[in-house]
């Protein structure tokens, strides 16, 4: 029992003693996660986004912007798969149109 309350209280004195280099070393930590979910997001973005023209209305957020939390992402998801939809039915409409003229 002493000797688990002196390594709780070892590692509490020591963020106690070393204050700026627990922050320094979360703080790191933190910037080094928020910073590979970043690109993850952007890769995601960059994958899923449609390119091509559609025929559907939607408030076009081509670059996410709007993306705030989850719901909206998943929103931003269904949107572009609608839009990837669209864009495959108007060129099937275009080929169609080219080869009966």
Request: include cysteine; proline fraction near 1%.
């Amino acid at each position: 029992s002493s000797g688990i309350n002196a390594e709780y209280g070892g590692g509490w004195m020591s963020y106690t003693a070393y204050p700026l280099l627990h922050l320094k070393i979360s703080g790191a930590e933190f910037r080094s996660n928020y910073l590979m979910r970043e690109q993850d997001l952007n890769r995601r973005l960059n994958v899923y986004r449609c390119t091509e023209q559609s025929v559907e209305g939607f408030d076009d957020d081509y670059y996410g912007d709007k993306i705030k939390d989850l719901s909206d992402y998943r929103y931003w998801l269904r949107v572009q798969q609608i839009k990837h939809a669209s864009a495959a039915k108007l060129r099937e409409t275009t080929l169609f149109k080219l080869k009966s003229k």
